[in-house]
């Protein structure tokens, strides 16, 4: 069993930034990708990006690229989400996800979930 636990939500004023973590305990995570996903209020859980087991692939949703940055170190069991040009609509509960697949093509499947951290962007 795989457990994940987000950390590094808060608020922010648009234009502003963010950066959330989630570390892997309990069974290792090593072979898996990752990724984030989200969920605003009264609307269905979304992928935001994902990253492969090497960390040399990235996926983004079109909605966050060029603003979020998705990266791992394996030899912390952690993974990252860089967010930079925060906007009102970002604002979401942020859940870490992990796939037992090595290799990405896209968004992953959630084998694994974490909590959630709320992320609140204020205009």
């Known amino acids: 069993q795989v457990q994940l636990a987000e950390s590094g939500g808060g608020l922010v004023q648009s234009g502003g930034s963010l950066r959330l973590s989630c570390a892997a305990s309990?069974?290792?995570?090593?072979?898996?990708?990752m990724g984030w996903f989200r969920q605003a209020p009264g609307k269905e859980r979304e992928f935001v990006a994902a990253?492969?087991?090497?960390?040399?692939?990235?996926y983004y949703a079109n909605f966050v690229k060029g603003r979020f940055i998705m990266s791992r170190d394996n030899a912390k069991n952690t993974v990252s989400l860089q967010m930079n040009s925060l906007k009102p609509e970002d604002t979401a509960v942020y859940y870490c996800?992990?796939?037992?697949?090595?290799?990405?093509?896209?968004?992953?499947?959630?084998?694994?979930w974490g909590q959630g951290t709320q992320v609140t962007v204020s205009s």
């Open positions: 996800a992990a796939d037992r697949r090595p290799r990405i093509y896209g968004s992953i499947s959630g084998d694994y």
């Open positions: 309990g069974r290792t995570c090593s072979g898996y990708s």
């Open positions: 990253i492969s087991w090497s960390g040399g692939t990235t």
